[in-house]
């Protein structure tokens, strides 16, 4: 039987590839934030910024400020005080600061935007939001509610909250109502919300994960009962984001941790660190992640080319049928879907809606042995679920993605 080979070699991180800490030493740490250019932290110390070889770090105040949260937006600075004193804007990237008066005494502990509106959560006041960059705000809803994280997803808004066994609000209207549900128990600290590839993912005593927006919950990893439902194995998730197909989080006692199945499975990635350290925050700047420290505000930094395998010419793997997860997922307008052929054949790949109906035909040709990629616009289909069928000799395969407008 003739076989067909792609010439492969995996890139090895470096023997000495591992965390570095860089020079910021600034108290508690609480978050980061990436422009694409530079990262920013917000400290116990109030804001630093570095660029991306993270020497130095510089100071920009607010001076004497203990500061949870910090986003860019455009080109103005917003900071959520985490000692009742509101929000901080800057527009010359901190030589100075005001306050708007509308959202000057709350505890904000997560900022977050969407394409109409900035929101503000705080601790005991509910949602707050914005749609002039952040100089009037208005109450959103959820008033008593202590929040620890906000993040959009499309046109939902989703805040977690340490209600009884952890609630999850979201709202499809941008604060103008709210629905809720719990992730059950032993849910009781929260600390973050992600989404990635059809799953939102709560980081608390385990990690729970919710694949129809928010509605129904389950532990996808970190809790195991003993015989009579007591956990005895519990890891804490804190805060979570992805390079590639790679998930990154931080866990409580346990630095950092990565997954390449969508959070189903995790491991150890703290070559350079002390394994039992806690980490408040995770962010992705240029080429490297950083990991911010919460005690002693540490800021670490490792190349994200450690998660990255790649083609060149060396040794020779037997190539696979293979239709992978389009990226990024959710879209809009565009996405890419990669897939591998083995031997050379007739491919076609097409998209369709829930009712099967043909929306998209991408590729009904021969195509040789190889890896190809190729390219979905969908300007013009409605936000919504679809599915991509690759079909290449006797191999089938169909995946789901979400155009998200």
Known sequence: MKKYFLILIIIAPLLNAQWNQSSLNAG???????????????TSQ???YTNDTGEPW????????DLFTVIKINDKLIAGSGASHGVFLSTNNGQDWYQPPTLSAQTVYCLEKNDNFIFAGTWGDGVFRSSDNGESWQSAGL????????????NTVFTISPDFYTKIYYSTDNGNTWN???LGYPASDPHGLY???????ACDDGLWASTDMGISWHNEYGLSFDSTGYPIIVKKFFKMTKYNQYLIASVMFESIHISSDNGESWSPFNEGLINDWTFADLEINGSYIWALRGFFGNAYRRPVIDLVTDLEEENSYEYNFQLEQNYPNPFNPSTIIRYNLPAEGNVILKVYDLLGTEVASLVDEEKPAGAYQVELNGINLA???YLYRLQAGEYVNTRKMILLK
């Open 58 to 65: 510089f100071s920009i105040g607010p001076q004497n400020e």
């Open 180 to 182: 809720s549900s719990s």
């Open 46 to 48: 109030g804001v630093y």
């Open 383 to 385: 936000s919504g679920i």
């Open 143 to 154: 008033d008593g509610k202590g929040l620890m994280d906000i993040i959009t997803v499309g």
């Open 195 to 201: 989404y990635n590839d059809g799953k939102l993912f």
């Open 28 to 42: 508690f740490g609480r978050s980061l934030y990436s422009d694409g250019t530079n990262i920013y932290a917000a």
